[in-house]
């Protein structure tokens, strides 16, 4: 490694550490040496995750914490925070990654709009403002790393909630990293972590989709470079297709399309030319 927040000894604190990107993220940093704090709601997936993760850690078990945290409360964050700096005495990754696809229309849904502004926005929210004052303090070199979606920019119909939140998580990822460069002498970086089609924690894998493991392979490189978009193909997109969409949403509101043009039956040709 030659990144220092992922040097031997130093400390991530991960949530949605239990499956997926989260526990394939978790088993590479202990890879790497690190201390490892992982936090989920599922205490039960929780406690056998961090038993794979204690083989993989060089002081085993004594390298691994588990949190049950339920992140769409800030009490909950609050006391993860205390409960890594706790044990470890700081934190080096910060990596707010827990999710959920609650589904809702823009019409209907109201508890799964209030599930996912919890779990998917205010997690990260309170998760940064939880740890990186103190991150920040250490005057050491740390990453925050936050996890979007490509459904948090190109928002293709289906379901809002998270789509909307996921937009969320980008505005204020991006609003983050601003601010943290604009602090004299902060050694901590924002990165956006934006997965692909990948298979989920608890979910058999489908043609076309990569492993957390691929996403991690991606992400952690990505991290060394200084990179803040982190964005993932997988075995149906590949990055070219990606820019291509990413920039057909951006042109809706350059060229006064009607939203979602993309889905929009009168632009369908055209898409379809611009796309390849």
């Known amino acids: 490694m030659t990144h220092p927040a992922m040097a031997t000894g130093r400390v991530a604190v991960v949530t949605g550490a239990a499956n997926g990107i989260g526990l394939a993220a ?6 790497f040496g690190m201390k490892v704090c992982m936090a989920d709601a599922d205490e039960e997936a929780l406690a056998a995750a961090a038993g794979d993760v204690a083989k ?18 800030r009490e909950d964050i609050l006391a993860l925070k205390e409960a890594a700096y706790d044990r470890f005495g700081e934190v080096a990754v910060l990596m707010n990654n827990a999710a959920t696809r609650a589904r809702a229309g ?10 996912s502004m919890n779990v998917n926005l ?34 293709p119909p289906g379901n809002t909630p998270y789509n909307v939140t996921k937009a969320g998580v980008k505005a204020y990822t991006e609003l983050l990293q601003h601010e943290l460069r604009n602090i ?16 989920r924690g608890g979910f058999e894998y489908r043609k076309g989709q990569w492993s957390p493991d691929q996403v991690v392979d991606r992400m952690i490189p990505a991290i060394e470079r ?26 809706d509101v350059a060229h006064n399309r009607p939203p979602l043009s993309r889905w929009h039956g009168g632009y369908g040709e055209e898409f379809e030319r611009f796309d390849g």
């Open 26 to 31: 978790v088993k590479r940093y202990a890879s």
């Open 56 to 73: 993989i850690a060089a002081g085993g078990a004594g390298d691994v914490a588990t949190v049950r945290t339920d992140v769409g409360r």
């Open 106 to 115: 823009s019409l209907d849904g109201h508890e799964a709009w209030v599930e």
């Open 226 to 251: 200084g990179d803040f978009y982190i964005v993932c193909p997988d075995d149906d997109v590949t990055p070219e297709m990606d820019r291509k969409r990413i920039l057909w949403s951006a042109g």
């Open 184 to 199: 004299e002498g902060c050694r901590v970086t924002a990165h956006m972590l934006v997965p692909g089609w990948t298979t």
């Open 122 to 155: 205010w997690s990260v929210v309170n998760g940064t403002q939880a740890f990186a004052p103190a991150m920040i303090a250490q005057n050491t070199p740390c990453v925050i790393v936050n996890t979007s979606s490509k459904q948090g920019i190109t928002l």
